[in-house]
């Protein structure tokens, strides 16, 4: 693994500690003074002496100006994946864009049991945490009401919002193969601790988050990573960051070069307030000084919002149909409109509708496979086996067969139907404009979609690669013909044109 070229960011680790409440209050706002960039802090919350995490960050958030906050990660199985959304949300509005997310699958199980939480074996966690991170992101994305019926969780008609004030990333912490390879697949962002993963076993780790991330179309460098630390500032040498400050700008510089790490957060001593004013104050600026002079790049100070920003989270998935910059055509409310004008204006909205059913039934044909693909008690021996890798095949001819159809549609409409109406009305240009580019962007998500049937029948796991292509066409194709009806049919139905 290689420098990515990420800006360096440098926060604090603080404990969420009942007994000492004004204590950890102190703690935040000297790091957000100090000038550090984020502040984590943990969650249990099945520990008696520790605050909510939630109640803490938000009182955090009103005490602090800069920093950003985050739970450094949220206990799943304690935390309602729908609730949880709308919560970051809430705080990154009330914030002013200074919230991020960690997720970890659910540590310590009879602590999560005590409190009521559910009993989740290894991979039931995994798959409850890649369930939570679809419903976290469709119920911040604005749309429709959003349903989804996982084995974990489910939404059947949860509008979505309020939307955070920037695109949050979801930070997973994750060590094991199954969770790095999610990491790789779907987070933004990974965040795993020296105390669990000691420096020498990141890059094999990483190579795994890699992979995953090639696999799925994505550049790993895009997911980036932070990496909780401790350590103590003495006088000699004695391991990792158990020394003087040039030790630590030595190793943490190497961590930036070498394996591409562009967050260290501090869990500091006992001496907590000195070890993050020396940390913020000796060891962040030379880290940098470092890192720049390696990279040959001018030192620049760390802007927190402008280092995590929208562009560094979507790359590699299609622009988004923003309805805000569409171009409206004139109205004429008056003109008159033959029957059979109105007749072929309809028959526009029949072939629309046509499209919108049967993008329904893929969806419910991808959804009852994905919840079979999900149980346990199925597809365990030969036969249930052969069955699924049936259906597997069934539902990724019958996606492919709408692609080609709909391509097939939209092509119709650029080359004959917007010619015919550009031709007749000049006026229509920008919108018939905008249509065309929308249409090419409504080709490369089911390019995408294709890519995913490709690999469906040789690889279980990209069924839910098909999920999210099949959402995202959903969303992007209907807004689409929404838009193409709500201005192509009166001049349709005025000039005549045949459909």
Known sequence: MTDHGHPLLFGAFVAPD????????????????????????????????????????????????RIVLFPDVVNLPLRPP????????????????????????????????????????????IEALEEAIGVIRSLW?????????????????ARPGPVPAHPVGIWVGSYKRRMLRLTGRLADGWIPSSMYAAPEVLPGMAAIIDAAAEEAGRDPADIRRWY????????????????????????????????????????PGAAAESDLRRFAEEVAPAVRAAVAAERGTPVEPADVQADLAPAERTAGHPPVLDPATRPRAPRRADAPASAAGRAN?????????????????????????????ADPASARSLINRMTMRQNYWSVGAFCASYCRMLTLHHTIEDEQMFTGLRVRDAELGPVLDRLSEEHEVIADILVRLDAALVGMVADPDSLDTVRRETETLAEQ????????????????ARLGLRI
């Open 18 to 65: 009942a007994r000492q409440p004004k204590r950890t209050v102190e703690l935040a706002r000297f790091a957000d003074a100090a000038g550090l960039d984020i502040l984590g802090v943990q969650d249990h919350p099945y520990q008696p002496n520790f605050l909510d995490t939630w109640t803490l960050l938000s009182t955090l958030a009103g005490q602090t100006e």
């Open 477 to 492: 194709l209907l807004s689409h013909l929404d838009y193409e009806e709500e201005e192509l049919l009166e001049p349709i």
């Open 228 to 267: 909780n630390v401790a350590g103590g500032f003495t006088g000699r040498s004695g391991g990792f960051l158990q020394g003087p400050p040039a030790l630590w700008v030595e190793q943490l510089a190497e961590l930036a070069l070498e394996q591409g790490v562009s967050g260290f957060i501090l869990g």
């Open 141 to 157: 994305t604005p749309g429709e009401p959003v349903r989804m019926h996982g084995r974990h969780y489910t939404l059947d008609g």
């Open 345 to 373: 204006a309809q028959h526009l909205v029949q072939i629309h509708d046509h499209l919108r059913s049967e993008l329904e039934q893929i969806r419910g044909v991808v959804e009852q496979l994905a919840a079979g693909h």
């Open 82 to 125: 729908a609730v949880l959304a709308r919560a970051a949300a809430s705080l990154d509005v009330l914030s002013g864009g200074r919230v991020e997310l960690g997720l970890g699958a659910g540590a310590f199980p009879d602590g999560v049991a005590a409190m009521g939480g559910p009993a989740r074996g290894p991979g039931e966690s």
